[in-house]
């Protein structure tokens, strides 16, 4: 599975951003799909993750209501809609695909395949 992120870019706080994440190879469709970000000098954070039906979305504490993840499996693509952005939300968001169960979904080792990252940043 190849992975490919999109839709970075600068904002103002209290603006809003769609992420991107374009799948292709073998039935990306069947895997669980995930956001992570990293912030300059910390580690890979998980972001969100949803089920291979898209049905099943989770949150990390510091996106719960101001992020959307979804997941179109026609067009192989994962999205994350963030709202209310923050300086704190400023990282390089990296989209992530495998055959991952529900107690692991939050760590980024369980994941396979991994996108090359697309950067966000918030301005106060």
């Known amino acids: 599975v190849q992975l490919q992120a999109s839709g970075g870019g600068l904002v103002q706080a209290g603006d809003s951003l769609r992420l991107s994440c374009a799948a292709t190879g073998r039935t990306p469709g069947a895997y669980t799909m995930a956001w992570f970000r990293r912030a300059p000098g910390m580690d890979r954070d998980f972001v969100a993750a949803?089920?291979?039906?898209?049905?099943?979305?989770y949150y990390a504490e510091s996106v719960r209501g101001r992020g959307v993840v979804s997941r179109d499996n026609v067009k192989n693509t994962l999205y994350l809609q963030m709202s209310s952005l923050k300086p704190e939300d400023t990282a390089t968001y990296y989209c992530?695909?495998?055959?991952?169960?529900?107690?692991?979904?939050?760590?980024?080792?369980?994941?396979?395949?991994w996108g090359q990252g697309t950067e966000v940043t918030v301005s106060s």
């Open positions: 992530a695909a495998g055959r991952v169960i529900l107690s692991t979904m939050r760590d980024p080792n369980a994941y396979e395949w």
């Open positions: 949803v089920f291979r039906n898209g049905n099943n979305a």
